[in-house]
């Protein structure tokens, strides 16, 4: 028997048809999970993954219907976009959960808790304001006039609140009634489960108006954190790199050329000797001509490869812009090489490189964190092409922007994988291949630049993805910002 904490009534709704059915669809998870907190049972890795996921996608076709029906309703851009932080933080916190499933020692107890404070304060709170203003808006005010009302009533829509959290309570309460007098004999259980389920919401309250306050501060360094964090062992491998091996690079280089200049005057010396019949039958035993040739090549094959690794301590440098974490004006294109030659043993392999670079104007930005952008579309190109093809680089630039472009000839995407390309989580790669999140993040950080991507693609036509920056930076969000849309435009 399953008993439902959460009871659909008058007091959730918004008179507006496909948020209330979205809210109620909500409830139908909030109550299944609460099931699974009454009845005790372990929950296995592959259901809390499931159920974190059903919030994932949940709140991305609600955010995205109610966002639109801010919009038709009339309401203020900047109330909208007030309310879009809300869903943003919401998503958050679900990447949040999503992070730490595997160190949660009670997924049930934690997502319960996290839905019942959501419902609350979202519903009751938030959703219930919005539609207010919309009805307002649709009598002939203007949202300054809705918003000065919404204002002045803020203590009616505190009892509401209030009364909703009260008949919440009376929900279990009469749940608990109904079931004693189905059957007498159960009583005392029933009387024992509804003591146990009091002492649960009440830890459950305390444990979340302690996480609430925790959220609240982590949000304004989480989306600095994913980042440093992803950047760290590559910061950290090229400091090591580069002060580990330039020194050795530097005498060994000394050391070959002295080597060289050796090896010329041995010869000449050994040249100078021909005369002595002793001499020439040595030269004839060790091949002198060929010796003479191969110390060439091998001296100038050992200044190659030391040329090579210097190469790669210099890309890898460039790459993580170690010592730079300030915005700075930055060369696009050598941040793309330098990228190119980091994941190259990924590229090899499989693909042709072509490049049809314009140059391009300094752009300020966060290089290390626009290198990662070209990291994730040249990782993402590479792994949709099944056997072997061609990524094909292009660059330009306006009057105030620049935009960079990778075409691939890989499988393409159907227009669903391409609505979901930024989505968290979202990935066509087998289970343990891949957490979704790379171009996910690519986007957050193009979006923190002030940028937007443009994508175009269908299957078995390969895919063409380009995103623009400004120059000067002038049009980048706070620090955290990240859009609750995934919107795509055709190139």
Not at 413 to 424: A, G, H, I, N
Request: glycine share 8%; with cysteine; aromatic share 6%.
């Amino acid at each position: 028997m399953s008993l439902d904490a959460f009871v659909w009534s008058d007091h959730f709704a918004t008179g507006i048809g496909i948020v209330d059915a979205q809210h109620q669809e909500l409830f139908k998870i909030i109550n299944q999970i609460g099931n699974m907190l009454v009845k005790g049972d372990a929950v296995s890795s592959g259901e809390s993954e499931a159920m974190i996921k059903s919030l994932a996608d949940y709140a991305r076709f609600h955010f995205a219907d109610e966002e639109r029906v801010m919009a038709e309703g009339g309401l203020d851009p900047g109330y909208i976009d007030s309310h879009k932080e809300l869903h943003r933080r919401f998503t958050q916190q679900v990447i949040t959960l999503w992070q730490g499933r595997a160190s949660m020692t009670d997924p049930v107890q934690t997502l319960y808790g996290f839905l019942s404070s959501w419902l609350v304060y979202h519903i009751l709170g938030d959703d219930q304001k919005m539609a207010r203003a919309i009805t307002r808006v649709r009598g002939g005010m203007t949202h300054a006039e809705a918003h000065k009302i919404e204002i002045e009533h803020a203590e009616i829509s505190n009892s509401a609140l209030l009364q909703a959290l009260h008949n919440l309570y009376g929900v279990v309460s009469q749940q608990n009634l109904d079931l004693a007098r189905a059957n007498v004999d159960l009583e005392s259980r029933v009387e024992a489960r509804s003591k146990e389920l009091s002492e649960a919401y009440a830890r459950l309250s305390t444990e979340h108006k302690a996480l609430v306050e925790t959220l609240a501060k982590v949000e304004q360094t989480q989306s600095q954190l994913m980042q440093s964090e992803k950047m760290a062992s590559i910061g950290q491998l090229a400091a090591g790199v580069a002060h580990e091996i330039n020194n050795p690079i530097g005498f060994v280089t000394s050391n070959l050329g002295t080597l060289g200049r050796y090896a010329n005057d041995l010869l000449r010396l050994i040249d100078a000797a021909q005369g002595d019949p002793h001499a020439q039958t040595v030269a004839k035993e060790i091949d002198l001509p060929f010796l003479r040739e191969d110390i060439a090549a091998l001296l100038a094959e050992s200044r190659d490869g030391l040329e090579r690794v210097r190469r790669i301590v210099a890309n890898l440098k460039e790459f993580s812009h170690v010592d730079e974490a300030a915005w700075q004006q930055a060369d696009l294109l050598s941040g793309l090489e330098s990228t190119i030659n980091v994941v190259w043993h990924e590229l090899k392999f499989k693909t042709e490189i072509v490049r049809e670079l314009q140059p391009l104007p300094l752009v300020r930005c966060l290089p290390a964190q626009i290198n990662q952008v070209f990291m994730a579309l040249l990782l993402n190109a590479v792994h949709a092409i099944p056997e072997h093809g061609v990524i094909t680089l292009r660059s330009g630039h306006d009057a105030k922007q620049v935009w960079i472009e990778l075409a691939d000839t890989g499988s393409g995407m159907t227009e669903e994988v391409k609505r979901r390309l930024f989505e968290p989580f979202f990935t066509t790669k087998p289970v343990g291949q891949g957490a979704g999140l790379g171009l996910s993040m690519a986007y957050d950080i193009v979006s923190k630049h002030g940028g937007r991507f443009e994508v175009e693609s269908s299957p078995g036509r390969g895919s063409r993805i380009r995103f623009w920056l400004p120059m000067d930076g002038k049009t980048t969000p706070a620090s955290g910002d990240s859009p609750t849309k995934f919107d795509l435009e055709g190139v």
